[in-house]
């Protein structure tokens, strides 16, 4: 449809990204039983990547790049449409498949859903880019260690979301209990650390004086940070485990002793003045105790940002996606909700730091209401047919969404200066400066494990 006008345009969208998709879905549904039979722990995702990799270099025009970014599970999927070679600035939009389960959950986070999903959309997308003759490119990243780790947050540093226009994915939430629909997601910061004290150790009945306990460093800063919780904005959560009990022994004064934090705000403002409280305690504790101590900084995720640009294209597009016709009544409506608050986190929130993002949640209809990612029954509603039903309608409404995006220099223009003044009203950069400062990342990726052996039993290929 080379001369057709911008109206003419978005609407053919709709009926190209639904057949586009449709004629997906068989292989797409294999792809994700494929990777919620076989769960992998954050940078652990050697399957997943390979089965992603294999499929997406099996698409016309896309251009693979397996263990990217210097990971061993990243990859990238960039597709160019012909058009662009006529234009200087190619309008580009980008998709996220995450690939990562939990431990002992299998994939209760519906990662296999997302990661078909990020597919889904960017082949819909790349093939409406060739159909309609536009000018533009989809770069589909493959984000290992979502649930632990921060892959995202390595990647950003790496370049791998410069020049993005706008970047989508999609998470399923809740079971609908027949009920579909989708929201827009935001999320909570979290900062994730471990501390670690070091005493000295000595016989607890014929020597303690000659002890310095590390327990009760750890101990204090445990009590000391459940006193500030009660000063604490109601919206903040820190919450936290003393680790290697087991190592330790009664007649042996403890020498070292681990607390796991996870500190959550819900802005990097908020997150970068509760940080050095938290540390405080730490401190205060091991000044106490007269110990040393290390603080180390395993992650930080921002809130998700939710573009209210692409908050708009994704609800028209869901609005119309959903309303199929086939709802009988009010119990099997087909809904798009307000903004969704979540109690999680996720580093898709850095994202949104970087470039205009949005991460709608969608339902699972087949699922009952109480089944929530990470309970111990949502990696069996993460395979139900309903649910790879939900996952392509969402994509689909992502992919028109995305096209629009491409298709309009207005849309871009106005996507940008709605984010650019969100980042300047909630004083990003100096937040993340602040949070910077008070708590520094670790000097090389390699301290975070991100470059070494991964530990898992896969061949290192
Ligand atoms: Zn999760
Ligand atoms: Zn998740």
Known sequence: MPHATNTQLANAFDDFVRDAISQLDG???????????????????????????????????????????????????????????????????????????????????????????????????????????????????????EEAGGGKVVMIERGAYDGLDACLMVHPGAGGAGRHGAGVMTSLCIASLTATFSGAPAHAGAAPEKGVNALDAAVGAYSAINALRQQLPSDVRVHGIITGGEEMSVNVIPSRAVLKYGVRAPSAAALSSLIPRVLNCFAGAALTAGCTHVVERHFVYLDVRPSSSLSRLFKSAALRVWDDGTAANDEEAYEVTEDVALGGSTDFGNVSYRCPALHPMFLLPGAPTEEHPHSSTYAAAAALPSSHEATLRVSTALAIAALEVVRSPEVRDEMQREWKKDMTAIGAADALRRIQEAFPEPASKAERGVDGPCGCSHSAA
């Open 27 to 145: 292989e797409l549904r294999d792809l994700s039983l494929a990777i919620h039979a076989q769960p992998e722990l954050a940078w652990e995702e050697h399957h997943a990547h390979d089965r992603l990799t294999a499929y997406m270099e099996r698409q016309p025009g896309f251009v693979v790049e397996r263990k990217a970014y210097g990971l061993a599970t990243a990859w990238s999927a960039i597709f160019t449409s012909s058009a662009a070679s006529n234009v200087e600035i190619v309008p580009t939009v980008g998709f996220n498949s995450e690939m990562d389960a939990l431990k002992g959950l299998g994939h209760a986070c519906g990662h296999n859903l997302i990661a078909v999903a990020g597919c889904a959309s960017a082949i819909a997308t790349a093939r409406a880019l060739e159909h309609f003759d536009l000018s533009g490119r989809v770069v589909l990243l493959g984000t290992p260690a």
